[in-house]
């Protein structure tokens, strides 16, 4: 995973699709249907599989952060601002 993170340049969706589905699949969708907005890329990720791993793990993110502040979920996000910001085309692969 941590090699994902560094190819994706920090980016937990990018890494995580590619932790389930490997990376040379998710070059292949950010050159093909690359997109504005983190939610269009997950939306469009081709495996049922992918798509629902992608979407558990950042829910669960959510989860885990929630029980390490006693369930308080007000100052939790779901994506860090750069995931929010960055385009999911091939100016996210690593250079």
């Known amino acids: 995973l941590r090699d994902k993170l560094i190819r994706y340049g920090g980016n937990r969706l990018a890494a995580t699709a590619a932790y389930n589905a490997g990376p040379s ?49 007000s100052n939790i996000s779901l994506l860090s601002a750069g995931e929010q910001a960055v385009r999911y085309d091939n100016t996210l692969l690593a250079k």
Do not use: C, H, N, S
């Open 25 to 73: 699949r998710v070059d292949r969708w950010l050159e093909e249907q690359g997109v504005e907005a983190f939610d269009l890329f997950v939306e469009r990720i081709p495996y049922r599989e992918t798509r629902d791993y992608v979407q558990a793990v950042l829910a669960y993110r959510v989860i885990y952060a929630a029980l390490a502040q006693g369930g308080d979920t």
